[in-house]
């Protein structure tokens, strides 16, 4: 296997030094690659022969060496890492979730990628094992036999003077679908870049139910022709990672080599997704709604133009449906993927702007990740409204199952009655 670098975000810089896993040719390779595949996004921090990745996480392959970037707020390696595969899998990126936390434990030194082929695999040998999809695809022919229908004015002009052969349209049933070729070239892809013999093994397992397809060429399109019914649904969990793996591959972007690619996450998105997803999930009550960038609401009403100004939209909010439809928002959350050391007045601003726009509003939660300081917990109450509160806890993120304890802490505090 290559080398393999873990790296904390926005914490650990990777260094240049002579005869060890990252050399000066892997740190040019790393540069060229981010700079044409992400020209826009400010994610590395450079330094004399040292980098250090910025609001990511993930992993990117290079030509010799993969990094592994996990997230940092003062967590160790084996609990960043952790937390990174719970996020991925609450959130969907994976079509799994991480199982009791004996079982985690066996996942910790697996490097992020292998992870991720091996999460493919699995689904994919679910379903193929049960037979490999199909359909029917529309074939024109010049038979010696009638098959489906006659095309009259295609067997004139090519039959006029053959009487032994018939033009004629049928249907024919075939595998070489836009998502059996999806899946040929992801297993294709894989079988180049992973190192691991259990995985490789794997993959030339699964190859081999699809092996009367060739590899395509251009697969970008192909993406997007998938669609599923009811017959190819049950292959959606292994379709959505196999587009994953291939929306990530440079060989998607034109100009970049295809022994670089990467899997990368912006952490601030990827926490408030994650806390939103594991929301969504709990038992909140049968009128509970849950909305993330929830945008309906605005702050000021404009005098002169009469039209609502300054749009609200907090990352998370929490409210019931009544009985004529209508919602009613009263708990705000905003998430904060920082270490909660020391709050900033500006996000105390944004939380008395969204616990104030929104009229029923009680508490405006800001949540950050757990560390292992003492308990950052801090409590306001409004001075204009001792009705409405303003709160700052932290969550834990290594398991969904702790999130969601703390999360039920915290809603029972601010007032929700759980079921």
Same mark, same amino acid.
């Given at each position: ?5 873990? !790296? ?24 060229? &690659? ?9 994610? @590395? /921090? ?35 890492? *952790?937390?990174?595969?719970?996020? *991925? ?33 699995? %689904? ?11 359909? &029917? !695809? ?51 892809? @894989? ?11 794997? +993959? *030339? ?6 092996? #009367? ?15 599923? #019914? ?5 292959? /959606? ?10 929306? %990530? +591959? ?28 594991? +929301? ?46 209508? /919602? ?18 500006? #996000? ?16 405006? @939660? @800001?949540?950050?990740?757990?560390? #292992? ?47």
């Amino acid at each position: 296997m290559s080398n393999v670098v873990i !790296v904390r975000e926005a914490f650990d810089w990777l260094e240049v030094q002579p005869d060890s896993s990252f050399t000066e040719e892997d740190m040019k390779e790393l540069i060229a &690659y981010m700079s044409r595949v992400y020209p826009k996004l400010e994610w @590395l /921090e450079l330094g004399f022969n040292r980098v250090k990745f910025i609001n990511i996480v993930g992993t990117i392959r290079l030509s010799r060496v993969q990094i592994d970037i996990i997230p940092k707020l003062q967590l160790g390696e084996e609990e960043g890492r *952790l937390a990174l595969l719970n996020m *991925l899998g609450i959130c969907g990126y994976v079509p799994y979730t991480m199982g009791p936390a004996s079982a985690s434990v066996q996942v910790i030194e697996v490097d992020l990628l292998s992870w991720i082929a091996a999460g493919f695999c699995m %689904q994919l040998e679910k379903q193929l094992k049960r037979g490999v999809a199909a359909d &029917y !695809v529309e074939v024109e022919e010049n038979s010696l036999h009638l098959k489906g229908r006659l095309m009259i004015s295609k067997h004139l002009q090519l039959n006029a003077a053959d009487k032994t052969r018939v033009y004629c349209s049928f249907d024919e049933r075939t595998t070489a679908i836009p998502l059996n070729l999806v899946f040929c070239k992801t297993l294709a892809v @894989l079988k180049r870049k992973m190192f691991d013999p259990a995985i490789r093994k794997k +993959l *030339l397992q699964l190859s081999g139910y699809l092996e #009367d397809l060739d590899e395509p060429g251009d697969i970008k399109d192909m993406l997007n022709q998938v669609q599923f #019914d009811r017959q190819t649904s049950r292959f /959606e969990p292994a379709f959505r990672l196999a587009k994953l793996i291939l929306s %990530q +591959l440079s060989v998607l972007h034109r100009g970049t080599k295809e022994e670089c690619f990467s899997f990368l996450f912006e952490v601030h998105s990827l926490y408030e997704m994650y806390v939103g997803r594991v +929301l969504q999930q709990m038992p909140l009550g049968s009128d509970a709604v849950v909305w993330l960038q929830h945008d309906e609401v605005k702050l000021l009403k404009n005098e002169d133009s009469g039209r609502d100004n300054i749009q609200l939209i907090p990352d998370i909010v929490l409210g019931e449906r009544q009985e004529n439809g209508a /919602e009613v928002w009263t708990i705000i959350m905003d998430t904060k993927w920082k270490a909660a050391t020391k709050y900033q007045q500006d #996000d105390i601003y944004q939380m008395y702007a969204y616990v104030t726009g929104y009229p029923n509003a009680k508490s405006a @939660l @800001l949540l950050y990740p757990a560390t #292992d300081i003492p308990d950052p917990s801090r409590n306001w109450t409004l001075a204009a409204d001792s009705g409405k509160r303003i709160r700052m806890r932290t969550i834990r993120i290594n398991h969904w199952k702790d999130t969601q304890e703390d999360l039920q802490g915290i809603l029972e505090e601010a007032g929700w009655n759980l079921c």
